[in-house]
Structure formats: C-alpha cells, structure tokens
C-alpha cells in the first residue's frame, strides 16, 4: 500500500493559470534580440509595401527557437504561443508556413549576411576570446578549423528532390559545415539523396559560405578537415588557391583512398619510418602507427596534386572481426591514409588532428536532434528554408553555452541538445506580475535553478550591437 500511498487524492485538471512551461526557452530568444540576431534578420525578410502583423524576422527567429527546444513540426510553434503572457504575440502554424515560403534563393543570401554580422559581434563578446581547437591534448591556437561533412535523412513519404542513397534508404543527402572551436553551424547545402558524396562543386560552395561567416579578422588562420569524400583535385586545388589571399593561411587535412601506389610505398617503407600514434588525450595508442610517404611515392602521381601535399598513413591492429582488404591481410595491419598540406609540426600530431574530425558526426546528430532530422514539407524550397532555420537554432545553442553558460551556470555548457533541453529549456516556471513588472520564477527546489539564474543574468547584460 505504501507503494502507491503517494498518489492518493491526487487528480490532474486543465485549469491551471500563472504558470508557463519550457520557461527556460525565454532564454535564446532573449539571446537573439540582445545580439542583434532578430533585428538582422528582420532587415533580411523586409519586403518593400509589404508589413506583416507578424514581423518575418522575428518569425524565423522563433522558429530557431523552437527547433532548440526539441520542436519536429511547424505546429509545435504552439509552445511558444503557450508563453505569450511573456513573450507577447506569436505567429501561428499557418504564418509560419508563409513565412518560411518567402525565404527564397535572394532572401537565404540576406540571411547569410545578417547571421555574418550577428557572429561578429557574438565573437566579440565572447569571455576569454574565440575557444581554441583541441586535439592530442593540445590546442590549436588561433586556428579556426572548418569540419566538414554530409549526412542521411530519411524521408518516409515522397518529397520533392528526394531519392534513393548510397545506403539504400530514401530522402536527402545534404552537405555542411561546422566550426570546431565554437559548435557553430555555418553553412549547409540540402541536395537530393543520390548527390555525390565526393562532388567537388558542392563541397567548394558550402565552403565558401561557411569562410563567409567567420569574421574577416579570424579568417588568417584556417584549417579545413573533411574525410575521404573531400579527396578531390578540384576540392584540394580550391584550397590551395586561398592561400593567395593575401594575409590568409588556408591548410586541409583530408582521408585520401590507399590506392595501388600507396600500398607499393607501404611495402617499401622502412620500419624505422613508422612512429606511435596518439590518441585524443594526448597518450601513445597502443598497436597504431604513423609514417609519411611523401617521398616514396611516385613523383607522377603527386605531380597531379597540389604542390606541397603530403601523404601521411596510419597502421593500426584491427579489432577482432574486423573485415581487412586483401593487402591488409598480408601482415594483418589496417591502414587509414590522409592528405595535408601542414609543412610543420610532427607526424603523430597531425594524424591526432586529422582525427579530430571524427567530432563532426556529434554535430550532426545534434543537428539531427534539432530539426535536420525532419523536413517538414513535400516542396524543396519550403525544405531549405527549415534548414536555414536549423543553422539558426543550432548558433544560438552555441551562443548560449558560449555567452551565458558560464560561472554559475557552467554546469550547463556541456550539456548536449538533449540534456540541455532536460535540464534547462524545459522547466517550468511561475509568472507573477507587480506594477508593470513581470516575473518568471523557477522553482527553488530545481536541481539546476541557480544556474537557469545565472544564464539569465547574463544574457540581459549582454549590450545590444551599437
């Protein structure tokens, strides 16, 4: 009987007042505005003779916002209307529709620019500068390092521009780009699902607006990683070409495919050029070896590449049961190659770098985990613009861990998507109002409701954009 004594006359009605769920969402949407990131993109989606009752830019703003709380469907705006005792009026589902209708081809290009300027201006408040890249225990200094990848989403109805993908499954196969240092996602392209995974003009394009976006005075300093599918001629001559800009140092890390004359160098390098590999703390990795084969391999075959590529490949003991080529299972090595055009550091070093990249997979989940992982719409255009609205969302997570998840608050800025969402956009609060002062409690008993506070607190100290 005890068991269950705790929900005796308990009972659940629909009538509740002054109390508002998800209050923990208040906080990037307060975020954009004092960054700016809402009047931007106002500019961006005005239309000449044309004003809304719902302000476009405010209106993609709170899509973002929904889309950071956990939202999959254009009707989940409706949490926000739920809020606007706070937050005032909220565009229903409907206008939501029109105004992702209007994000056309010129307006995502304003858009572009409107989220540029607000990222300059977050970067410049960020406490303690721009944070470094991290790998092998060491960071990166002032590099700004571009991880780059595409991705899967299955759609389970026909959609426009969908098809059948290389795993077999259905939908799109879109391309994008995210900052190492700050979790930013910068730039996307949504392509049908049998696009290339290796399409140079796709890669160089989603690049190209992911440069766009880091502020001028941190464009120096470039890193660019990207696995097998960036090995490309036109992709690495692209990168190469970067370096005429003057002032600018652009270097790739990039997988590259052991083909016939990689493994004839393989059979030839001396023992003595292979060292330990590192792992991401910075320890030698046990059974993994690096070596480079630059100066091995046929001067022909880098005579088709970039001047200044190098050849750098891994050895590593397999698992058990891991499936091995041919070549590999000679003597029972598995072999990983990649390209850089780094002309210091040491080899272990940059193969724990180019491995780093491995943490892009976690930024697409996370994007996945905020709207990438359902377009809403059968039409392709209406589709884009959900995407640009995921790039939105996921800035302003970033912008939030990065601006505000500190001190107090620092419990929360490792959170993922996830566990943010658990712990802090979806708490519930009370509304209370005295004079013309509202206030929104959190419940004292709140594991983390110093921290939501503190978050709080900074966010409305942040100084609007001059």
């Given amino acids: 009987m005890k068991r269950t004594s705790w929900s005796s006359g308990l009972s659940v009605t629909a009538d509740g007042v002054g109390v508002i769920s998800h209050a923990g969402a208040l906080a990037p949407r307060l975020l954009a505005d004092r960054v700016g990131l809402t009047a931007e993109l106002s500019g961006a989606m005005a239309r000449r003779r044309f004003n809304p009752v719902h302000d476009r830019g405010r209106v993609l703003t709170d899509v973002a916002v929904m889309l950071a709380d956990g939202g999959e469907t254009i009707s989940d705006i409706g949490v ?9 009026p909220v565009a229903s589902a409907p206008t939501v529709w029109r105004t992702l209708d209007e994000v056309t081809a010129g307006k995502r290009k304003k858009i572009q620019v409107a989220r540029a300027r607000t990222r300059r201006h977050v970067w410049s408040r960020l406490p303690g500068g721009v944070p470094a890249s991290t790998c092998a225990g060491r960071n990166l200094g002032s590099t700004i390092v571009l991880d780059v990848d595409a991705t899967i989403v299955v759609t389970h109805s026909e959609k426009e521009n969908t098809a059948p993908t290389y795993k077999r499954t259905f939908g799109y196969h879109p391309i994008g780009v995210w900052c190492d240092n700050t979790e930013e996602f910068l730039a996307a392209s949504l392509r049908p699902g049998n696009a290339g995974s290796n399409t140079a003009s796709d890669h160089i394009d989603v690049l190209g607006q992911a440069i766009a976006q880091i502020p001028a005075a941190r464009r120096r300093d470039l890193l660019i990683r990207s696995d097998g599918a960036g090995a490309s001629h036109d992709l690495l001559n692209w990168v190469t ?22 493994r004839r160098a393989i059979a030839i390098a001396p023992e003595e050029a292979w060292g ?9 990795r046990d059974g993994a070896e690096v070596a480079e084969l630059t100066g091995i391999l046929p001067p022909k075959m880098l005579a088709k590449w970039p001047e200044g590529m190098r050849v750098i490949v891994r050895r590593e003991r397999p698992h058990p049961g891991a499936q091995l080529s041919m070549f590999e299972e000679i003597d029972g090595w598995r072999y990983q190659a990649f390209v850089t055009n780094t002309a210091t550091g040491q080899l272990h ?9 491995a943490r892009v997979e976690d930024r697409i989940r996370h994007a996945k985990d905020t709207g990438l ?6 039409e392709f255009a209406l589709n884009q613009a959900w995407l640009v609205a995921v790039m939105i969302a996921a800035d302003l997570v970033a912008w939030t861990r990065m601006l505000a998840c500190t001190g107090a608050a620092a419990v929360l800025a490792l959170c993922e998507p996830k566990a943010l969402r658990y712990r802090f956009l979806h708490v519930a609060a009370r509304l209370t109002r005295s004079g013309r002062r509202r206030r929104v409690k959190i419940p004292e008993t709140w594991p983390w409701a110093t921290a939501i506070e503190a978050v709080f607190q900074t966010i409305a100290a942040i100084p609007k954009p001059a």
Avoid at 80 to 88: A, D, F, K, P
Avoid at 242 to 261: K, L
Avoid at 349 to 356: G, K, M, S, T, V
């Fill in 276 to 284: 330990p590999a590192l792992n991401q703390s910075g320890e030698i």
């Fill in 80 to 88: 926000l209307r739920h809020q606007s005792e706070v937050l005032g």
């Fill in 373 to 378: 992982g359902r377009l809403p719409s059968r």
């Fill in 349 to 357: 070093f940059l193969e724990a770098r180019h491995r780093a990249h």
């Fill in 241 to 262: 070409d970067q370096n005429r800009v003057r002032g600018r140092r652009v270097e790739y890390s990039v997988g590259f495919s052991v083909t016939a004359p990689i």
